[in-house]
Antibody, heavy 114, light 107 residues
């Protein structure tokens, strides 16, 4: 069974940092691009970032470029999103998905507030 | 960046109605479009990929069409479980962009 499970969400102050993790199973992780998609409370879906299967290709939304870093450890079947210089507008449910958005986790809630 | 414009943003419909949602791209994206359904408090679910390919397990009343800049999601006969918000997503180039969503509500 395909599973992606996010962890690492929480409350952080503006300007702070947080790292999200996504543990994947049930498919060939190292062959699959992986993405993060977020959804602010009551708002629509926003693509955040994608990383290629080998990890060499990374892509970011303009809204997070320079502040967020996507990475992966294929030996651990785990995807990461390092978030820094967090802003109130980064408050959202962050979903881990495969590169085609066919498989989604339940999401990790990130709240940026003082 | 490619902008994706969905219409309508909301609609009221009845069980049994034929429902059509449109997504327009600001530039050509070939057939690189997917459709998602999201119910309140739930994870989005992919319905259609490559503009017209039905995701495994999705009822055949859902269909997608279009290429280039104009795309359509059609629900042939709306069922009670279909009341939800629908999003399109272009996966032609980066940054990926979603439409703003179409909420299908009970009439």
């Amino acid at each position: 069974e395909v599973q992606v499970v996010e962890s690492g969400g929480g409350l952080v102050q503006p300007g702070g940092s947080l790292r999200l993790s996504c543990a994947a199973s049930g498919f060939t992780f190292s062959s699959s691009a992986m993405s993060w998609v977020r959804q602010a409370p009551g708002k629509g879906l926003e693509w955040v970032s994608t990383i290629s299967g080998g990890g060499l290709g990374t892509y970011y939304a303009d809204s997070v470029k320079g502040r967020f870093t996507i990475s992966r450890d294929n030996s651990k079947n785990t995807l990461y999103l390092q978030m820094s210089s967090l802003r109130a507008e980064d408050t959202a449910l962050y979903y881990c998905t495969d590169g085609d958005q066919a498989k989604w986790g339940q999401g990790a809630l990130v709240t940026v507030s003082s | 960046d490619i902008q994706m414009t969905q219409s309508p943003s909301a609609m009221s419909a009845s069980v049994g109605d034929r429902v059509t949602i449109t997504c327009r791209a600001s530039q050509g994206i070939s057939n690189s479009l997917a459709w998602f359904q999201q119910k309140p408090g739930k994870v989005p679910k992919r319905l259609i990929y490559s503009a017209s390919s039905l995701q495994s397990g999705v009822p055949s009343r859902f269909s997608g069409s279009g290429s280039g800049t104009e795309f359509t999601l059609t629900i042939s006969s709306l069922q009670p479980e279909d009341f939800a918000t629908y999003y399109c997503l272009q996966h032609y180039t980066y940054p990926r962009t979603f439409g703003q969503g179409t909420k299908v509500e009970v009439k």
